[in-house]
């Protein structure tokens, strides 16, 4: 790698010091692999994976922390801050949580009290570091009029599952922001529906200070319309913003192609004005938007190789798979 331009490369977190945080998810090999990456431009981490409840509670009463741990540590080492993600959530999370030892369904005061301790236990664990947790993932349809997504959480306990485990981990630190997380979050159709429910939150006087938008976003989708009309939306309820899960796929999502080995010319160009003209929306909104977090920090690892389409690479961030500045980037830092 060539270390002399790197030294030359000026740090996000430092440009947008007067804006907002920047984060990266990063899991147990990416805080080694990318370690220079990641203190250099990020000020905030959040676990990919390894504070999921499946990974902390697999079994119920044993908590696993060591990976956590670990990602814990290295934010400390580093001076970045951390965002937890996540504690009730439909997905990764074990089965046990919604059975008894017979093998059938809970009912609502045992899956309440196990919502809480698993709350309490992992956020006085990480009180003081994790200042901001994502307390509730994806519990909004994406199709149709129904609001609440089926979940187990919300068969077994009712609506209330959301208020409840925003008053549980309020309880289990006071000083953590609390958010709401969903994707597609700028979708019309979606956005209103996340709206009414965090509107509905607000109006009860639930304990929740922020909206996280995803955004899984690519080349074209959401427009610049969309994405601005969700900020206004949730900004409106008077929540802090953050976008949590940023990278731009430079696929479609209808798009199934395998045959692409690298982004060509055209994709890179592409890329870079629409981060240019994201970034320069997100400042717009830097009174609201608290921090802007990416699913990952360089191409050389992302979720979206192999999502949706198995053996597919992808490109969707501001750094190449060696680490070094993309065209995109240095639209991304240079504005007035
Ligand atoms: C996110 N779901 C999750 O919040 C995150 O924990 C995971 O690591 C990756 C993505 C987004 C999502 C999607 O983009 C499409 C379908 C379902 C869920």
């Not at 240019?276 to 977090?293: G, N, S």
Request: net charge negative; proline share 3%; with cysteine.
């Amino acid at each position: 790698m060539n270390t002399k331009t790197n030294v030359e490369v000026p740090s996000l977190t430092k440009v947008y010091d007067n804006y907002f945080n920047i984060g990266a998810a990063v899991n147990l090999g990416t805080i080694i692999s990318q370690q220079d990456l990641l203190v250099q431009q990020f000020n905030s981490i959040t676990a990919e994976n390894d504070m999921k409840f499946e990974e902390l509670q697999p079994v119920e009463g044993q908590f696993t922390f060591e990976k956590a741990d670990k990602l814990a540590a290295f934010a400390k080492e580093n001076g970045m801050k951390i965002r937890g993600h996540t504690l009730v959530w439909h997905n990764q999370t074990p089965a046990w949580v919604y059975h008894n030892s017979q093998g059938e369904k809970v009912t609502r005061d045992e899956l309440l009290q196990r919502m809480k301790n698993h709350i309490t236990t992992v956020m006085e664990r990480y009180k003081g570091q994790i200042y901001c947790w994502d307390v509730v993932n994806e519990a909004v349809t994406d199709e149709g009029l129904e609001l609440y997504r089926k979940t187990n959480w919300l068969d077994i306990i009712g609506e209330d599952y959301i208020e409840k485990a925003f008053e549980f981990a309020h309880g289990a630190d006071p000083n953590a922001l609390l958010f709401y997380n969903d994707y597609n979050e700028s979708n019309p159709g979606k956005r209103e529906k996340i709206y009414q429910l965090v509107k509905s939150l607000v109006d009860k006087q639930v304990p929740i200070h922020g909206v996280g938008l995803q955004a899984h976003w690519n080349l074209t989708n959401p427009s610049l319309d969309e994405i601005r009309a969700a900020i206004e939306r949730y900004a409106s309820l008077g929540l802090k913003l953050q976008l949590t899960e940023l990278d731009v796929s430079v696929f479609a999502f209808e798009d199934k192609r395998t045959d692409l080995i690298e982004p060509t010319s055209e994709i890179n160009e592409l890329q870079s004005q629409r981060y240019q003209q994201l970034f320069e929306l997100l400042r717009e909104y830097r009174d609201v938007i608290t921090a802007v977090t990416f699913w990952g920090a360089a191409d050389d690892y992302t979720w979206l190789n192999d999502f949706p389409v198995r053996g597919r690479k992808n490109w969707p961030f501001l750094f190449d798979e060696n680490h070094q500045p993309k065209e995109a980037f240095w639209k991304v830092i240079s504005f007035k």
